[in-house]
């Protein structure tokens, strides 16, 4: 998890053109630092870092040579518009300071794992959200705001552990009500009058929040957020099966143990950090939207790889960083898939003759 650094960003010099820019490399740190534009650009090829493997030095000390020579991305995004001031993020549109994102269009201060927002503001793990404000855990809802673990709700305030609800206010644990207030039942009329009320000055919003603070408290909750889940053990699971030990993890993911925030339709993995978009047999990795990925972290698009970083749309790689739409390359060196197999096959018998020594006795 130590690959994903989401918030603290630093300002230093593009490595390419010398421009001022922000980063998830410090200045001070060896690694060279492209600006997001050059970087994507034909200006510089990653198959130029392309090197022989050494069966005679450990293969991650060769890795971490490559990681320190090749150029980064100064922050990972992908198809963005207008939205410069993001991180791990892609399919964005007039956003600004959003993190762990997946499509998104004028909105600000997303972060968590955001799938499908549209004008809102403050959202954390949230999913298909609509003129949306301070939200956490929420899904397919629209105008709500200051809620949490709410599914299908609409134009309410402060719920909680709330479900097809509209137009209610302070509620915690309700099942397709309307016009409900602190857990009670309203008129229409009635209902909207208290909403000017409640809502005419910061300060009465304010006192309306302490009440839903208290009603949190005194509702009885389930043990666990798991919604239509079988075989589950974890927290924040929906519509997913065969979960264990893992956390956020929604709509139709199967077979997934040790992991966090996996999502949209994938399955087979485990010790996962961020899987989502039909991720498939998975392991050790760290944002991936892949097939068949192995101890890597950023793989978006693609399959069968291994011990990768940051390449997009790529397959049959090991060992490679920065690489977009390539095939059979290891250490960012070109090969032909007969080539490719036969040393892949070599390179992993050689990282499992364990331990190894270097020259000083130092053991791998």
Not at 232 to 243: E, F, P, Q, T, Y
């Amino acid at each position: 998890m130590l690959f994903r650094n989401e918030r603290t960003w630093y300002r230093r010099k593009c490595d390419a053109t010398g421009e001022q820019i922000l980063a998830v490399f410090a200045p001070d740190k060896p690694y060279k630092v492209y600006k997001q534009d050059y970087w994507r650009s034909d200006a510089w090829d990653p198959l130029e870092y392309g090197r022989d493997y050494n069966s005679a030095v450990p293969f991650f000390r060769q890795f971490q040579e490559l990681f320190i020579a090749i150029p980064h991305p100064n922050l990972i995004q992908k198809n963005q518009v207008n939205s410069d001031y993001s991180n791990n993020t892609l399919n964005l549109k007039n956003c600004y300071y959003c993190i762990s994102v997946d499509t998104a269009e004028d909105s600000a201060y997303l972060a968590g794992l955001i799938m499908r927002a549209k004008n809102c503001l403050d959202l954390c793990h949230c999913i298909d959200s609509e003129y949306c404000y301070e939200l956490v855990d929420c899904q397919k809802s629209n105008r709500l705001f200051f809620s949490q673990d709410c599914e299908s709700c609409l134009d309410s305030w402060f719920l909680y552990d709330c479900r097809g609800c509209s137009n209610c206010f302070g509620c915690v644990g309700l099942r397709n009500k309307q016009y409900y207030m602190f857990n009670q039942p309203l008129s229409k009329e009635t209902y909207h009058e208290k909403i000017k009320e409640l809502t005419q000055s910061y300060e009465s919003l304010q006192a309306a929040r302490q009440e839903f603070e208290k009603l949190k408290l005194e509702v009885p909750r389930k043990y666990a957020n798991i919604l239509n889940s079988e075989n589950a053990i974890g927290d924040d699971i929906l519509n997913s099966r065969n979960v264990y030990r893992s956390f956020v993890v929604r709509n139709n993911v199967e077979n997934v143990r040790h992991s966090f925030k996996v999502t949209e339709s994938s399955h087979d993995g485990s010790d996962a950090y961020i899987a989502w978009k039909g991720a498939e047999m998975f392991y050790e990795v760290v944002s991936v939207s892949a097939q068949r990925v192995l101890c890597s972290a950023y793989i978006w698009g693609g399959f069968d790889i291994q011990y990768s970083y940051n390449c997009f749309d790529c397959n049959n790689i090991f060992g490679c960083i920065g690489l977009r739409n390539k095939s059979y390359c290891i250490f960012n060196k070109q090969y032909s898939k007969e080539e490719y197999k036969e040393l892949v096959s070599k390179l992993i018998e050689h990282m499992n003759d364990l331990p190894y020594k270097d020259k000083t006795g130092r053991v791998y």
